[in-house]
């Protein structure tokens, strides 16, 4: 069954300093990968995206995340986080739904950021 | 602009009614998804559409009904036969085999 991982339920970063958020999943064919980040109390944000192509794939922000195949991983990265990155995200894995119509979307548990000054 | 709204943004209701909680789309996506969001799960799905007048059951369709009248509505009732209703409701759409938008969301609170 297809499933995601994030390991991390709550990291904690100075402010300025790098970040990477794990992501691992389980899927039988090429996956297509999502990263999405929420504030609290609110919907979810789309950071960035992996159909196919490049693997190193840039986001919104200053993210970006790199599909390793080998590892079955989705690693989310940023070099200088800034206070306003405090936030849940969530890294998720699509399914092809039938009649290629839509996208299921599998969540990992999501890990929250916090900054600190 | 284009985009997702769900409405109310809190509701409150008393054990035993249900509730029915409301999701508009003007992005002209064919897709519509619900999902419930509980504290330390992600996300879980309810329902998804595909198209106007068909849905299928999500992950945890038990206790929810929905409808698809409209491309750009897909009401979402949570019957007094959901045994934990109490939980944050997300709303989204896509195209065909693209990314998944997000509405703000409803918080609902069952006492």
């Known amino acids: 069954a297809q499933s995601v991982t994030q390991p991390d339920i709550h990291i904690t970063v100075s402010e300025g300093a790098s970040l990477e958020l794990r992501c691992n999943y389980s899927?039988?064919?090429?996956?297509?990968l999502f990263w999405y980040v929420q504030s609290p109390g609110q919907g979810l944000q789309l950071l960035l995206k992996y159909f196919s192509g490049d693997t190193l794939v840039q986001g919104i922000k200053g993210f970006e995340a790199e599909f390793k195949r080998s590892q079955s991983s989705f690693n989310l990265r940023k070099p200088s986080v800034h206070w306003s990155d405090a936030a849940e995200y969530f890294c998720a894995v699509g399914t092809i739904m039938i009649y290629n119509q839509g996208e299921k979307l599998i969540f990992g548990q999501g890990t929250e950021l916090s900054v600190k000054p | 602009d284009g985009g997702i709204t769900q409405s109310p943004k809190y509701l409150f209701r008393k054990e035993g009614q249900n509730v029915t909680l409301s999701c508009e789309q003007n992005?002209?996506?064919?897709?519509m998804y619900w999902y419930r969001q509980d504290p330390g799960q992600g996300l879980r799905l309810i329902y998804y559409s595909q198209i106007v007048n068909d849905f299928q059951k999500g992950d945890i369709a038990e206790g929810y009904s929905v409808s698809r009248e409209k491309k750009e509505s897909f009401p979402l009732t949570v019957t007094s036969a959901q045994k934990n209703p109490t939980a944050f409701y997300l709303c989204?759409?896509?195209?065909?085999?693209?990314?998944?938008?997000f509405g703000p969301g409803t918080r609902l609170t069952v006492t």
């Open positions: 992005l002209n996506h064919d897709a």
């Open positions: 989204a759409s896509s195209l065909p085999g693209r990314e998944q938008y």
């Open positions: 899927y039988g064919a090429t996956p297509y």
